[in-house]
């Protein structure tokens, strides 16, 4: 091997699960998790100005009516979220350069512009103007985000296949991340009072300092990291026989559902922390000891990951996801039980809330990780992306309202801005801020009880696979069950996927003698998800009585409910042309019979 070859990252030339084994780790060298984790920088740092400054900046300071924002904000995030599952199956797709670098190097760039143009907006746009501008770079900066995010999040479940240098891998990721955020907490303040920048000019430095981050990190990565050639060059899948797989796999489901359930409240803290600051600790510096206290959350969870990570490899990934749920939840709920002048309290607690944080970010992308080898060993393909995909969409949506709903029951029990509140509101402040999440967390945590992969049960999924390569049967470690080689099963591998085009009981009507009945269910379930969905629109829209004041909870949660309604469409639009090709098949019944039993015993 030349000296230039061997610099390449060298666990990207381990591509196989039996070399992984026969090598016992996969190490990552420290140049590899350097670069891979940079992004994460830069990424995650532009997360914050949009979730914290960007709806004030753009009420207060480009002067947009509060109703175009609001509205703004839940479309551009629903489209984020349904472009997750097409992202994640075009780029689980081989291009001749690659199927995770050409993705990250094309729109990376085009993420950084969005986000520039998002904090720059000219000076002379009227306030109508600067919401059609704010709609557009936000809808633009979203997609693009997801375009660059799906195959960078996904080229980390390939960098290694061990079960500890995973958690190490996207620990350091997720150090990066902590990083950016304390950075861009502190950065509006700094470039205000140290450098006396009015705030567009504050914001217009941050979206091309971290812009021009984003590009050179991500450019980082595309020269310096290489994609493992085994899994590059296999065959991609259908995108709808993928979501049923998917959705078929167990591990997965419970994984998903845990973040699912998790992220119910997931805006509340952001979006409730200056009000429980300002109106339940009453500091007499409220915005000093705003920054104070969410500088001690991030610095405790940025000082605890190394800590995380170790506690991973000693009891394993779920015991230590686990644990931080515990954390969370005593930590968060604790808050509840303080008053007026209770700082050094809700310091103490929020750190001890705050030490978990970062075991969340990296502890389920690692598992995820562990899951997608699973699938691999039931469909012999790789689907890093399209996993991340679903493991974002549907968080993403149904943390949609919890931004917006905490205000609107504000609003409804007397809150009134910049005053004394009641009895009540302060109650109802400390009751969404604290108890909510905690409540939700737990739920989240007893779902977690449930995941099944440990260390040892992974190794046995990748003895499994490799298994298949040499064309030997393997057992399921979860079930028992014998798996054939995916081309020597009693459905051949082409067949089984286009037969995953369609429901139990579409093809159960098959079998009966209605040979266009898929396509006739297709055509109901997509026109249907579509009625639904212009529905939802319309009555948000119907609900807006003034654009100048925030519509409230209920558009919002329209809006989420139409774009559900859009990606039900897709899905069964797509699988229209497979539909027909079923009406014209004269498939062996035999055929159909055993993928049925196939499904049922998965």
Known sequence: MTQAASSRHTVAAEDSPARALHSDRERVSLRTLVVYGAPSFAGVAMLVPILIHMPKFYSDVVLVPLGYLALAIAVARAI?????????????????????????????????????ALFDPPRSLSPQAAAVWFATMFVLYSVFHTAYGLPYWALGAELTLDYHERSKLFGVREAFSILGTICASVAPGLLVTSFHLDEREAFAWIGVVFGALLVLTCYGVVAFIRERPGFAERTSNPFAPGVRRALRNRPFRILLATYVVSSVTGAIPGTLMPYYNAYVLQPENKAGWLSILLAVYFSSAFICLPGWVLLARRIGKKGAWLASFFMGITGGA??????????????????????????????????QADVIDYDELHTGRRREAQYSAFWGMLPKLVAIPSAAIPIAILGSIGYVPNQPQTPQVVFAIKAIFALAPAVFAFLAFLIALRFPISEQIHREILQGITRHREGLPAIDPLTGLTLPPPQDREVDEQ???????????????YLAGSPAAAIKSAWRSAMGAVGVGVGSLAFAFTQVRSFEVDPGALPVLAVVASGF??????????????????????????VIEAHLRAQQSA
């Not at 750190?351 to 944080?357: C, E, H, Q, T």
């Not at 797509?574 to 090709?581: D, H, I, Q, W, Y």
């Open 80 to 116: 984020d979220a349904l472009g997750d599952p097409f992202f994640g199956w075009l780029t689980d797709h081989r291009t001749r350069f690659g199927r995770r670098l050409p993705y990250i190097a094309l729109w990376s760039p085009l993420c950084a512009l969005a986000f520039l």
């Open 334 to 367: 604790g808050l509840f039980f303080l008053g007026p002048g209770d700082l050094v309290s809700a310091t103490f607690l929020i750190a001890w809330a705050g030490s978990s944080f970062g075991a969340g970010l990296f502890l389920g992308p690692a598992m």
């Open 495 to 509: 067949t089984g996927w286009f037969l995953d085009h369609f429901s139990p009981r579409e093809l159960e009507h």
């Open 565 to 590: 309604c859009v990606a039900l469409a897709a899905f069964h639009l797509s699988r229209l042309p497979a539909a027909r090709e079923l009406a014209r098949k004269q498939l062996p019944r035999h």
